[in-house]
């Protein structure tokens, strides 16, 4: 690939336009405005076509075109992306849905969908020469950056909160980030502001999976809507449900459709459903208050859920998903930290696929918004199944329920079978 289908970047705040060659990363006017990447759609339809990408591998870079990395030569992968699309049978029969799909992103290299975000992240900074990358993170961006920074030779700065469980930490040690726990304070996240003073002051690549602070890492979760269209036949789902903490996923959800129907390829959009946990839904309630998007108030306290990639007190890409909430006649749903659990429970037992409570909070948004009359029994929907169940051991420990210990005879088994499990022989 040769030709350079980004045309320019422009500041989401101040309109400042810059060129690729410029490597921006931040708005030089420090106004906390994202890069939007913009393309040119006639280029890339000209140069391919839906029957051509048909023949490229199942993964995340068939669709390099709608990628902003200008050369192949710069791409650092760890086969991220191609996730199957599971069509979920029983769990459809449980909750009286014909069209229930899982979109399992617990496939990817590190077990969460931020791989894709990392990959496109860490191949700008290839191209672009950093030699450190700064992020910061409750967990899963942070391991993402941290596996793909190994892989490209890049040093990775992780700045945690200090409540992060030290199951998804033990993770970026392995893979050779340094991290730090930071001191929680009222006033800003203090991840964030280490993060800023190590990218403004001391030159290092931000890598966060926030828009605001990276433009590029918000191009790769488009593909997750790319792939979806695919398997569904070159079809749009009615809804897609998306768990949502910054809203950098669900924008780049609606981008992947957007920039689809661009060149042409669908027409229209499924509705986006945004699900945050009752311990901190400040993305949510400013959909409920129907706030202008460039108003989104933070969330007051520290977050409140074992929902742990759901953190996020302010939405920093909330702007941009408000707007793909309305523009797709989308909505919010807010989950208890137990529906949580339950949503866990049910897509392992039901479907084989074991969740994070993150990952599992979209189909508790489903539950609820079927509840609520939002979802009709013959409509296609699409549950984002966004992170492994492994990656945090802590809280599937505390949840998981306890095991009977028996001795090697039949009678105790008999008899454990019925009583732990409820087994009828
Ligand atoms: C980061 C994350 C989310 C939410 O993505 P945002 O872009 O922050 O909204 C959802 N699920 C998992 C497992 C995550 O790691
Ligand atoms: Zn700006």
Partial sequence: MSVMFVTHLKCSKCGRVYKLEEKPVTCVNKDLGRLDVYYDYEAIASSVSREELAKRPFYMWRYKEFLPVPSEEYIVTLGEGGTPLLKAKRLGERLGLKNLYLKDETRNPTGSFKDRAMSVSVSMAKYFGFKRAVIASSGNAAASLAAYGAKAGIEVYAFVPDFAGFGKIAQLLYYGAKVFKVKWTEAEDPTVKMMRVLSERYGFYPSPSFGVFNPYQIEGPKTISMEIVEQLGWRLPDQVFVPTGAASLLTGVFNGFRDWNQVGWITG???????????????????????????????????????????DTFPWDGDAGLRALYKTNGYGVVVKDDEIVEAMKLLASLEGVFAEPSGAAGLAGLIKAI???????????????????????DIVKKTAGDVPLINPAEEEFFAAARKYYGSEF
């Fill in 269 to 311: 959009y499924p509705r986006l459903v945004a699900v945050q946990p009752e311990g901190n839904y400040p993305f949510v309630r400013a959909w409920m208050e129907r706030a202008d998007p460039n108003k989104i108030r933070p969330w007051e306290k520290p977050p409140e859920t074992i929902a742990t990639g759901l953190e």
């Fill in 371 to 393: 509840e609520d009359r939002q979802v009709d029994k013959d409509e296609t929907v699409v549950v984002l199944v966004t992170g492994h169940g492994l990656k945090d051991p």
